[in-house]
């Protein structure tokens, strides 16, 4: 749709604006209402730059950055796998016949448990950090880098793709990468892009639209 306005936070496009969307309840950003040519317009305004913060996310975001996330589908297997181990494993230590089979099968449920379990909880948190990222950021001009898709991983019949994107800030260059499952060659081609940094602590920071 030409001139729709797309939200940023689930890619639901408008033709007419609202401030918020009906689909996810995050911020729609403002229309522009004098728009000069692609060839004219300066390069900031060309970029979508996010409304000022604090900006509506919806509480289901980060529900959907994990279901999105190769981590943390990995790491559901394991755990997966881990409690089928520990439930095996301690039904047949109960047993002394048994024993001595159970008991490498429960430390090794209790471990694929344990590591599994470590990581979904570094990955929610992550997702938390990204959040408050998009909610409270400050916006600055960046450059995305590069595109690059992971061939070697499907999630529900599609890859990853790692976008690399940079900023510099008081003469300091920060360097970051984002994921996403969907193809993010119309949306986040390399060059121009905004990013978003927490102003205490810079070295956190998101591209917006997040992918």
Known sequence: MENAII???CGTQYLEF??????????LPAPRRTPAPPAQAPRQARLAWPPPAPRTVAPTYVWKLLREDAWVVAMLVFVLIGAIFTLTGFGLTLGIVTAFVGLPFLGLGLLFLG???????WRYQEAL????ILQSGEAIEGE?????PN?????NGRMPWTISYRFVLDGQSFYGTASTMNDPQS?????????LYLPERPEKHQ???HP
């Not at 609202?18 to 911020?27: A, F, I, L, P």
């Not at 995305?144 to 690059?148: Q, W």
């Not at 061939?151 to 999630?155: C, G, I, K, L």
């Open 7 to 9: 939200c940023p936070w």
């Open 18 to 27: 609202q401030s918020n969307c009906r689909n996810c309840g995050g911020t």
């Open 115 to 121: 590591g599994g379990g470590a990581v979904l909880y």
């Open 129 to 132: 950090q990204t959040v408050a």
């Open 144 to 148: 995305i880098t590069a595109l690059e």
């Open 151 to 155: 061939y070697s991983v499907r999630v």
């Open 187 to 195: 949306t986040h081609a390399p060059g121009p892009a905004v990013v």
């Open 207 to 209: 591209l917006y639209p």
